[in-house]
């Protein structure tokens, strides 16, 4: 793509008219789209047995970025998959420092984001939040409890710390909001494939794809279907529609039932699904 800067006139949480910087994700994954690829992001615990070589193996197998979950003790948004991986993370001792400290060892060469609950940033502070994420070299977070109208004070700080804030799109929110949430994304836009919580289904939701297409017809960043992504089919579906696909509780079984390895030979199908004609 051509230059680094947009205007996001629309934006609730800066100045009219206000010029923003590309951030390495939405740099990346713009250039990745225009070359005819389509995107795929695994969500992998952080903290818990094996994550680091899980992220390296799926990063070797064809992944684009990867969201690294923070765990929370009441993650409200994840299904009984994530929430195990999480339990087990927090038992092991994990906390957002650990994480962090423990992502600078990654090495690998796609950007990174964290998934994590707004309770965690709202203990550090805003700013101290931010900073330690752009310290530990992550480009982007998802706080999927924190609404649009009260985000303000977090994406100031995520901005001046050169974060991006990845804001999610409701299949039910109403076509005057979704302007909105896009505006104000940075990243991607994470279409959310359906309501409830993350885990697998044995079928795309209707949703996914009604969503997607309604977001790609009023944005050219980045759109990505979330939540209900469950194997390389549907992944594949997913993609005919939208720019990529996140996938979490079908990496995460893998990484609890098969270890690191068997999270980059699922990625590496899924890759191979999504990448059909």
């Known amino acids: 793509m051509s230059g680094a800067t947009v205007d996001h006139p629309g934006d609730l949480t800066a100045d009219p008219g206000s010029v923003v910087t590309l951030g390495r994700i939405e740099r990346e994954f713009r250039a990745a789209r225009d070359a005819g690829r389509k995107l795929l992001v695994p969500y992998i615990t952080g903290g818990y047995p094996g994550w680091q070589d899980a992220v390296r193996a799926a990063v070797a197998a064809g992944a684009d970025a990867v969201e690294i979950g923070i765990p929370f003790s009441d993650p409200v948004m994840d299904g009984p998959i994530i929430q195990q991986a999480s339990q087990a993370a927090l038992d092991a001792g994990a906390t957002p420092v650990s994480v962090l400290h423990e992502v600078r060892g990654l090495d690998v060469h796609v950007p990174l984001a964290v998934m994590t609950y707004y309770n965690l940033v709202h203990h550090a502070g805003e700013t101290r939040f931010a900073s330690s994420l752009a310290e530990a070299g992550i480009s982007g977070c998802i706080l999927p409890d924190l609404p649009l109208e009260e ?110 390895d068997a999270v980059g030979d699922y990625i590496a199908e899924v890759r191979a699904a999504i990448d059909a004609d």
């Open 151 to 260: 985000s303000g004070p977090w994406c100031a700080a995520a901005d001046a710390a050169g974060i991006e804030t990845i804001m999610l799109a409701a299949p039910t929110a109403p076509d005057e909001r979704l302007p909105l949430i896009v505006e104000r994304c940075r990243g991607f836009v994470y279409s959310v494939g359906l309501l409830g919580v993350t885990g697998e289904r044995s079928a795309l939701a209707a949703t996914a794809t009604a969503l997607a297409g309604r977001l790609t017809a009023i944005t050219d960043k980045p759109v990505l279907v979330g939540v209900g992504v469950s194997d390389a089919p549907q992944a594949y579906e997913a993609t005919r529609v939208a720019d990529g696909v996140i996938q979490g509780a079908s990496v995460v079984r893998r990484l609890i039932e098969g270890g690191p």
